[in-house]
């Protein structure tokens, strides 16, 4: 854990790449999680729209969850770590002229009603 979703609307399919390995590496550098357990994928949108179709805006919404057990104060470092991440590489597209709008949602899995593989080898 964590596992990141990345879902945006179909005219962000060429960015959400970059922010996908940016929030991955951050997951990845925060040190409450497992080397092996980052997971991140992406979810490109063949059908999407954000507010009136023709203002040519952009949505992007990434999930994040995580196993349960941590303490709250490290809950919301984790949120604050990622939700830094997007927004800035958001604000990056902002300034070059894209209408772009964000959310990231974390949440904690229920572990009886979860079965995994493990952890990928490092």
Known sequence: MPHIQVQATP????????LAREL???ALGCGHFPQGGVRTLVYPSSIGMAGPEEWDAHYVQVFVRIAPGRAEDVVQEILETLFTVLKTVV?????????VGYQLELSEFDKARVRSGGVIAV
């Open 24 to 26: 991955h590496h951050s």
């Open 91 to 99: 604000e990056q597209w902002k300034a070059g002229g894209l209408r």
């Open 11 to 18: 005219g962000l399919a060429g960015r959400t790449e970059g």
